[in-house]
């Protein structure tokens, strides 16, 4: 199911928050959908942001962070437009060709990444997805599936390991 909608960007307390109408996060709460992927469309400009459905104080919003504002142009109170679905993918982030390939290049790094919570295997996905250029993709999923097999398994604490 798809959602189309126009909001405001509006502050949470500490980075941007896209409001999602009461109409529609009711149907998002009803159907269990906790994670999405929306394209964002503002000045010109769009994004596909992969996020949480975050619900605080009753109300439930995307987070947009300082640099996706920056690529759509954006400042609080501004007008954007949205059409989001439910994210469906195995880990809910965009797999990368180069992790994919790392993971099935290393059956033991692959146990083990299919063993963390799904939340650090989003971390460790956004972490390679992020960088532009494929090869530093390949060497950073490589350096993340090392620190995995010495058993760091988290990875806002990987170790830069150097490799042969």
């Known amino acids: 199911m798809t959602f189309t909608f126009e909001t405001e960007l509006n502050n949470d307390g500490w980075m941007g928050a896209l409001l999602i109408p009461e109409d529609i996060g009711e149907q998002l709460e009803l159907l269990k ?15 596909t942001l992969y996020a949480g459905v975050i619900k605080k104080k009753g109300l439930r919003y995307l987070m947009c962070s300082k640099a996706n504002k920056k690529l759509l142009g954006i400042e609080e109170g501004d007008s954007v437009h949205i059409e989001m679905s439910e994210d469906v ?6 797999m990368t060709d180069e992790l994919e390939a790392v993971l099935m290049s290393d059956y033991d790094a ?22 532009k250029d494929s090869q530093k993709r390949v060497d950073i999923a490589i ?18 390991l150097y490799l042969n």
């Open 33 to 47: 959908v906790k994670r999405v992927v929306a394209e964002v469309s503002a000045n010109d400009s769009d994004i």
């Open 89 to 94: 993918s195995k880990y809910q982030a965009p």
């Open 110 to 131: 692959y146990t083990i990444f299919e063993k963390l919570l799904p939340g650090k295997q989003r971390n460790i996905i956004f972490m390679i997805y992020l960088v």
């Open 143 to 160: 350096n993340a599936m090392e620190n995995l097999k010495i058993g760091n398994l988290n990875p806002n604490k990987f170790q830069k």
